[in-house]
């Protein structure tokens, strides 16, 4: 590891370079101050309340084992993202550090909005016991550990492993799924608009989150090519693990249609949602510049 810098060299803004403006992570950033700025407590969850407190008892676990996932999942990436800010900006990267910023604001709005929306439905109950083991295997170890890693080790193959952990994995596979699945369940219903409204705030959020990570992960790989078989190894690591949450989580519906949908299609979902994302970074290895623009990763969040 290089180490914490004690020294700067020279700061960018003071020179004649000031900023990149057509840098990838700066564009992340312009759109981050212009899509970013929703507040979780202008969200009203009137209505979810009165829908959550006349819900069958099958109906509210299956809510409530979905924001116990969700909302711990945001606090976990909260708390353990902060290595990745760091190693950026140890590395001199100003761009990517300035859009991280707003990165790790978000993840604390996406925390807030979750808890928030748990008190004002009456849903303040432990709900810890909906993190099964597969869970606890990439919330609690996997995801910590290969974050945490990189205050120790800030090797491309480490950033690789983090990069893949969270944005491939959690964001890109777990989050992306899950967010489909609640949305056609219940945007169209009208059941749940509070909790539907800061969704689809979230998931723009997290379209740029994605963003960042794809790039990055791009611009490792055609580097060194052979850290695609850091990636790959990383993402076969945690499948397993991803499609047994996944399967704990619809377990619960014992195969009814609850909400009117059939929740094994988050399976499916996450399955295309992980080849989709190892496609994507497997094209780096041929081309970078060719693959470098992130705007098809956060244009359907937009």
Do not use: C
Not at 61 to 85: I, R
Not at 215 to 240: E, G, K, N, Q
Request: charged share 25%; net charge negative.
């Amino acid at each position: 590891m290089k180490g914490l810098k004690q020294v700067h060299e020279q700061f960018q803004s003071s020179t004649d370079k000031l900023l990149d403006w057509n840098h990838p992570m700066y564009k992340l950033y312009e759109k981050a101050k212009k899509f970013g700025g929703w507040n979780p407590g202008d969200i009203d969850f009137s209505v979810d309340r009165a829908n959550i407190a006349k819900a069958s008892p099958k109906e509210r676990e299956m809510v409530a084992q979905l924001v116990a996932l969700f909302g711990a999942g945001e606090e976990a990436v909260t708390l353990d993202f902060l290595p990745v800010l760091y190693t950026m900006g140890n590395e001199g990267r100003l761009e990517d550090t300035i859009y991280l910023t707003t990165f790790l604001y978000e993840e604390a709005k996406h925390t807030e909005f979750f808890a928030r929306w748990r008190q004002e439905v009456g849903m303040t109950e432990d709900l810890s016991k909906f993190h099964t083991d597969n869970y606890k295997k990439i919330f609690y170890e996997k995801l910590p550990q290969a974050m945490n890693a990189l205050y120790t080790d800030d090797s491309p193959a480490a950033q690789v492993r983090a990069l893949t952990t969270y944005h491939m994995v959690v964001e890109g596979m777990l989050a992306e799924s899950g967010y489909h699945s609640f949305r056609l369940a219940f945007e169209a219903s009208g059941m749940l608009p509070g909790i539907i409204q800061g969704i689809i705030n979230l998931s723009r959020d997290e379209g740029r989150h994605i963003g960042f990570g794809t790039y990055s992960l791009r611009r490792l790989i055609a580097a060194d090519p052979a850290l695609y078989d850091v990636f790959s190894a990383t993402m076969d690591d945690l499948l397993p693990y991803a499609i047994g949450l996944i399967n704990d989580t619809i377990s619960i519906t014992e195969g009814q249609d609850v909400y009117g949908i059939d929740w094994s299609i988050m399976t499916d979902y996450a399955i295309k949602q992980y080849n989709a994302r190892e496609s994507s970074i497997a094209r780096a290895k041929q081309d970078f510049d060719a693959y470098s623009d992130i705007e098809e990763e956060v244009a359907a969040a937009e």
